[in-house]
């Protein structure tokens, strides 16, 4: 039990193009979603928390004009990338906690999607 | 900033039990401690949370201390397949902006044939 699902694994793409990345949690309802970034060598680094039904609560320093966090619903959360450039290069990591038994249930996470910008 | 203290870096040899440890000495009494667990390119995998009390489940056992600052992850039989980054994370057990995981740089693992 527990999956989250994350598509695309993999995306490649041109400077200037927004990309869209969803995360799925398969087999539990999440009121609480959360994205991260990761970049070689380095550890994750939260960039926002997103609630099911209201706005993303961002970290300090994330832009969120630039990566725009949709949660519509309790199994599904997109993070969109836009007008990506070369440093928005990185590994992109979903997580999700259950709605049910109370705030001390663990996060899951999903497997990543690796974004290159050309 | 994470709120615990993790060496960098450690060695087992394969078929020992693998001795993970982590300093929190700042824990506040609502606040779980959780392990996940990083292997190459892929998303962390929770490993096993606890409170106050020692816990085993199918992948690992937590043992905490006493006094709640510091806590041992342990590994009985480590793999090659267990070779990961594993990080120590301490959380709140209310909802809440204070609820979410931080990670600090972990432990990187390397388990020896």
């Known amino acids: 039990g527990a999956v989250v699902s994350q598509h695309p694994s993999r995306v490649i793409c041109k400077s200037g193009t927004s990309v869209k990345i969803e995360c799925r949690s398969l087999?539990?309802?999440?009121?609480?979603m959360f994205w991260y970034r990761q970049f070689p060598k380095q550890s994750l680094m939260l960039m926002a928390t997103?609630?099911?039904?209201?706005?993303?609560?961002?970290e300090q320093g994330v832009e969120k004009d630039k990566f725009l966090i949709n949660h519509a619903s309790l199994t599904l959360s997109t993070l969109t990338v836009t007008s990506a450039h070369p440093e928005d290069s990185s590994f992109y990591i979903c997580?999700?906690?259950?709605?049910?038994?109370?705030?001390?249930?663990?996060?899951?996470f999903g497997d990543g999607t690796r974004l290159s910008i050309l | 900033d994470a709120k615990t203290t993790q060496p960098p870096s450690m060695d087992c040899a394969e078929g020992r039990a693998a001795n993970l440890p982590c300093n929190h000495s700042?824990?506040?009494?609502?606040?779980?401690v959780y392990w996940y667990r990083q292997i190459h390119s892929q998303g962390p995998q929770y490993i096993i949370h606890?409170?106050?009390n020692n816990e085993t489940n199918e992948m690992a056992s937590l043992i905490i201390t006493e006094d709640r600052k510091s806590s041992t992850l342990i590994l009985p039989h480590a793999t090659l397949r267990d070779t990961a980054v594993y990080y120590c994370i301490v959380r709140p057990n209310y909802g809440g902006a204070t609820n979410k995981l931080i990670f600090g740089t972990g432990t990187l693992l390397a388990v020896q044939p």
């Open positions: 997580s999700a906690r259950a709605a049910t038994k109370g705030a001390n249930q663990p996060q899951h």
């Open positions: 997103s609630n099911e039904g209201s706005k993303a609560t961002y």
């Open positions: 087999d539990f309802q999440a009121t609480t």
């Open positions: 700042t824990i506040s009494g609502n606040e779980y």
């Open positions: 606890g409170l106050k």
